[in-house]
């Protein structure tokens, strides 16, 4: 069975750093694409980038290049999502999704989410 | 970076009726489209990509058409857990999500 755990939600203040977890389990981790995706307080769905762990080509949303790192660990079977000095704005649910293997950026199997607050 | 613009933002349909949803993109991304359905505290879950390819395990009730800048999911005949949130997302270049439907119950 195919799954993506993802570490705990996390409260943090603003100008701090944070690194979530993806943790991915039956399947061969370094043979899809891993994607990250940001869901803010009632709002839409919003792609991230995504990296494939088996080189750690990684790709970026302009919107998000510059802001955050995708990083992976296929020793562990693990992706990341990490930020070096976070805002309020970035308070969000974060989910990590697997790549569907005809259309990479797409993703057909999801963690749980990691739910960011960040105050000021 | 392309934009995905989905319509109506809620829509309002009977259970047992046909569910029609559109999302358009600011320039042409061939088949490169996929659908997702979310459920309240749900992460979502893939129902189409490549325009009209149900993934795995999705019911033939949801079907999705359209190339190049028009697409449409349709829901043949409503069931009462299919209210819910739609959004399309276009991966021609990356990805972008469209900004979601919401299809409540009439």
């Known amino acids: 069975e195919v799954q993506l755990v993802q570490s705990g939600a996390e409260v943090k203040k603003s100008g701090e750093s944070l690194k979530i977890s993806c943790k991915g389990s039956?399947?061969?981790?370094?043979?899809?694409?891993i994607g990250w995706v940001r869901q803010m307080p009632g709002k839409g769905l919003e792609w991230m980038g995504f990296?494939?762990?088996?080189?750690?080509?990684?790709r970026y949303s302009p919107s998000f290049q510059g802001q955050v790192t995708i990083s992976a660990d296929k020793s562990i079977s693990t992706a990341y999502l990490q930020w070096s000095s976070l805002k309020a704005s970035d308070t969000a649910m974060y989910y990590c999704?697997?790549?569907?293997?005809?259309?990479?950026?797409?993703?057909?199997?999801w963690g749980q989410g990691t739910l960011v607050t960040v105050s000021s | 970076e392309i934009v995905m613009t989905q319509s109506p933002a809620t829509l309002s349909v009977s259970p047992g009726e046909r569910a029609t949803l559109s999302c358009r993109a600011s320039?042409?991304?061939?088949?490169?489209l996929a659908w997702y359905q979310q459920k309240p505290g749900q992460a979502p879950r893939l129902l189409i990509y490549?325009?009209?390819t149900r993934a795995t395990g999705i019911p033939a009730r949801f079907s999705g058409s359209g190339s190049g800048t028009e697409f449409t999911l349709t829901i043949s005949s409503l069931q009462s857990e299919d209210f819910a949130v739609y959004y399309c997302?276009?991966?021609?270049?990356?990805?972008?999500f469209g900004q979601g439907t919401k299809l409540e119950i009439k």
């Open positions: 999704a697997r790549g569907v293997v005809a259309a990479p950026p797409t993703f057909d199997y």
């Open positions: 039956g399947y061969s981790f370094t043979s899809f694409w």
């Open positions: 990296i494939y762990p088996g080189d750690s080509d990684t």
């Open positions: 320039q042409s991304v061939s088949s490169n």
């Open positions: 490549g325009a009209s």
């Open positions: 997302q276009q991966y021609n270049n990356l990805g972008t």
